[in-house]
């Protein structure tokens, strides 16, 4: 997705916290998923934020500012399973960012 | 809970070669998603259908067609294969009017040699 712009890299330690930042441009707008895919596997949903403001499930947080065009992924504990893309797909523009590669090292 | 299931998972052809890949959503969802994803690439869209017709258009070469069938089921359809075309392609579903979450498929792994 040419609109959307993420980090290409993080690397963070077990139990840390680590937000991932993404910006968008799209002409319309109906929401903001956010995935996580491991090395040859399928995406996997993680959270879909349509109104401004945090969305909170367990250990995975997102938060979206419509008018900023603007979205984070914040990911807390982590753990090495956590080791990951993760993609950023406004709806409208169905597609992704190029993902951000996160790493959690011992 | 029931996933959505593609098939085949892997599948090698040759160039210039047709291939058809199968998606088959989550019981009750109308929406199909196609996506490419290339080697340390992004998933692409390709193309989407909902209650059996098209909704969306991706970047879908002219050399690919897919549909979307009665029972929801989807095929895409590739022909004159070319050595690009090998990727993973992703299948997702959706529900649409509740939060449109796409569920994908595990992918299938096409290889042209």
């Known amino acids: ?13 077990e139990g840390a916290i680590v937000q991932i930042n993404c910006t968008y441009q799209t002409s319309g707008f109906n929401g903001l998923f956010w995935y996580q895919q491991h090395a040859g596997e399928a995406p996997t949903f993680l959270s879909y934020n349509v109104l401004d403001g945090l969305e909170e499930k367990g250990r995975f947080s997102s938060f979206l500012s419509r008018s900023k065009g603007y979205s984070y992924l914040l990911l807390k504990e982590l753990q090495m399973k956590d080791s990951a893309s993760y993609l950023c797909a406004p709806r409208d523009e169905l597609s992704f960012g190029a993902g951000t590669t996160v790493t959690v090292r011992a | ?36 994803q290339g080697p340390g690439q992004d998933p692409q869209f390709l193309i989407s259908f909902y209650e059996k017709m098209q909704s969306d258009k991706g970047s879908i070469p002219d050399r690919f067609s897919a549909q979307q ?45």
């Open chain 1, 1 to 13: 997705g040419q609109n959307i712009d993420q980090p290409t890299e993080m690397t963070a330690t």
């Open chain 2, 1 to 36: 809970a029931a996933g959505v299931i593609q098939s085949p998972r892997h599948l090698i052809k040759e160039k210039r070669e047709t291939a058809t890949l199968k998606c088959y959503p989550i019981p009750r969802h109308d929406t199909v998603y196609w996506y490419q």
């Open chain 2, 69 to 113: 069938f009665s029972d929801y089921h989807s095929e895409l359809n590739m022909s004159s294969l070319e050595l690009g075309d090998s990727a993973l392609y992703f299948c997702a579903s959706s529900l649409v009017g509740g939060k449109e979450t796409q569920y994908f498929g595990p992918g299938t792994r096409l290889l042209v040699l």
